[in-house]
């Protein structure tokens, strides 16, 4: 069974870090590009981040350049996202994608994740 699955979400407070974790199965992820959305209550889906499954390019929007990082263990069949200095406005779920190449539309991508919710507050 093909399957994304995130974990590492919490409560944390403004400032404090997170790591989430998308671990494939039923597929390997050394061929596909991954991403991360988010999607807050009331707001769009948003692209977060994205890693390409031929070189490691990574991509990210500037308002989120310096602050987080996707990286990917191509042996253990998971992708990272190390999101550091949180603010309230990353409260979200995030979800975990992949298809062969990184995509700025969410609905291009081949796999879904269930989610995982971060909430930053203090």
């Known amino acids: 069974q093909v399957q994304l699955v995130e974990s590492g979400g919490g409560l944390v407070q403004p400032g404090g870090s997170l790591r989430l974790s998308c671990a494939a199965s039923?597929?390997?992820?050394?061929?596909?590009?991954v991403g991360w959305f988010r999607q807050a209550p009331g707001k769009e889906r948003e692209g977060v981040s994205c890693?390409?499954?031929?070189?490691?390019?990574?991509y990210y929007p500037d308002s989120l350049k310096g602050r987080f990082t996707i990286s990917r263990d191509n042996a253990k069949n998971t992708v990272y996202l190390q999101m550091n200095s949180l603010k309230p406005e990353d409260t979200a779920v995030y979800y975990c994608?992949?298809?062969?190449?990184?995509?700025?539309?969410?609905?291009?991508?081949?796999?879904w994740g269930q989610g995982t919710q971060v909430t930053v507050s203090s």
């Open positions: 994608v992949a298809a062969k190449i990184c995509y700025n539309d969410y609905q291009r991508y081949d796999y």
């Open positions: 039923g597929f390997s992820l050394d061929d596909y590009a």
């Open positions: 890693i390409s499954g031929s070189d490691g390019s990574t």
